[in-house]
């Protein structure tokens, strides 16, 4: 009797290590997971509220050195006073580049860090995101040669570029959402990001058909400012949710 109690008190002790160590390995892969994630989040703050104010800036400084153009032509054959030619918006349009820049720069290295701890399939997924990123920084350097030459057949590759680089991470975020190994919350999270780009998709598109109209262009770059508002949204909300899933939850 005394022997299957001592047994018996074995076996709790065991089961108890146990559950205590596989709570432990959960812990850990969870920290991981925010470990990797985190970064992410970062990246996304600065691409995001880069690349989503860009266009208004682009925009109001379009409107902007047209509305100097006018006062200037008017001067010269009135005898007024010239207008300076500097913009604020012209200046943000800069700053709002290359936060964008930074942010995919870090986006990129992230992703690559992040694809170590899953699965193979999701990796590969997360591979195609990490593909478009990188497609986007040719994309705004397209735009830096755009702004330093002033020509308009850099800011047509960038927009060509971007669509490029949408319907790859398009195809990445379609892969995680259905994923079976990818976290429940981070597949909802990968849903509202395939929507995202999808947005984005429609905003490139407009700018690239119709932003070259005089006058109206800069009301198209306006609206297709308003709609790659919307889906930065959508990224914020998506990448939010990855970063917060629970690993260990596939259901």
């Known amino acids: 009797m005394c022997g299957l109690n001592k047994n018996l008190l074995y076996l709790s002790a065991v089961s108890n290590l146990n559950q205590f160590n596989s709570e432990k390995t959960m812990d850990k892969n969870l920290q991981h997971w925010q470990q990797k994630t985190n970064p992410i989040w970062i990246a996304v703050l600065l691409f995001a509220i880069g690349g989503a104010l860009y266009p208004f800036a682009s925009s109001f400084h379009s409107v902007s050195s047209s509305v100097t153009g006018l006062a200037n032509t008017a001067a010269a054959f009135t005898g007024g006073k010239a207008v300076s030619t500097f913009s604020i918006w012209g200046l943000l349009k800069w700053v709002f580049l290359l936060a964008a820049l930074a942010g995919y720069a870090l986006f990129i290295i992230s992703l690559g860090n992040f694809r170590t701890i899953l699965d193979a399939k999701d990796g590969e997924a997360v591979g195609k995101v990490r593909t478009g990123a990188l497609l986007h920084v040719v994309a705004y350097l ?56 999808i947005l984005s998709v429609v905003a490139i598109g407009l700018i690239l058909l119709l932003g070259w109209i005089p006058i109206l262009g800069a009301v198209i770059v306006l609206i297709a400012g308003i709609i790659a508002l919307i889906a930065y949204i959508f990224v914020f909300v998506g990448w939010a949710a990855i970063k917060n899933a629970d690993p260990k939850v596939l259901a």
Request: with cysteine.
């Open 142 to 197: 397209c735009l830096f040669l755009g702004m330093l030459f002033w020509t308009k057949f850099f800011t047509i590759c960038s927009s060509i570029v971007s669509i490029i680089a949408f319907i790859m991470m398009l195809m990445g975020y379609s892969a995680l959402k259905n994923s079976s190994t990818f976290p429940a919350k981070a597949r909802k999270g990968a849903s509202h990001l395939f929507l995202s780009m």
